[in-house]
Structures are given as C-alpha cells and as structure tokens.
C-alpha cells in the first residue's frame, strides 16, 4: 500500500509561484508512474503532468506547458510540482497520484493511489 501527502499548496497573486511537494510511503515509489492532477469546483479532475520512473520522461497538460515542471527524487519518494508564472484559471485542488502500470498517464482512473490534496489558490 502506498500513502501520498502533497503540501505547498496556499494563496498566491497571479505570476506568482508555489512548488507542491508529494511524500510517498508505505513502499517505495521509484517504479510507479507519478502524476499531478488538479480538480477545480465544479469540474472533472483534470491532468496536469506526468514524471516516468527514472525521471527521464515527462509530459504536461498544454495550458501549463513553459511554466510548471514536475520533478522527482526516488532517495526521498518525493515528487515535486514547481508552478511559475501562475494564472487565477490554475485555482484547484491538487492530487498526487501513482500507479505502476503502463496505461494511460492522462486518465485519472488509471492510478491506483492518491492524495488527499492541496489547494492552490490564485488571486487576480
């Protein structure tokens, strides 16, 4: 079983930043497939991005693409959500999510695990 805490979240002015951080344990997660997603009220949950296992393959919703990065450090089970440059539109909840298998990295019914999330706020 895998336990996902994501922090960072808060109220930040628009072209601010945040990094969200994502501490996994009960096993380590260097093998699973590691995703943001974010859910705003009222809406589906929604992909942000995605990090492979060994860090060398990444991929991002378009709307965030140039100013969020996401990044992993397996010694730590830890995976990161740098935000830049944010936009009152990227207020949400954001979850951590992992999984294993090899499936779909942008359907949120293809992870296996989650956090409780974090909510992000962007003021005008």
């Known amino acids: 079983q895998v336990q996902l805490v994501e922090s960072g979240g808060g109220t930040v002015q628009a072209g601010g930043s945040l990094r969200l951080s994502c501490a996994a344990s009960?096993?380590?997660?260097?093998?699973?497939?590691m995703g943001w997603f974010r859910q705003a009220p009222g809406k589906d949950r929604d992909f942000v991005a995605v990090i492979r296992p060994s860090g060398d393959y990444t991929f991002y919703k378009d709307l965030v693409k140039g100013r969020f990065t996401i990044s992993r450090d397996n010694a730590k089970n830890t995976v990161y959500l740098q935000m830049n440059s944010l936009k009152p539109e990227d207020t949400a909840v954001y979850y951590c999510?992992?999984?294993?298998?090899?499936?779909?990295?942008?359907?949120?019914?293809?992870?296996?695990?989650w956090g409780q999330g974090t909510q992000v706020t962007v003021s005008s």
């Open positions: 999510a992992a999984k294993i298998r090899p499936t779909s990295d942008y359907f949120y019914a293809n992870y296996d695990y």
């Open positions: 009960g096993r380590t997660v260097s093998s699973f497939r």
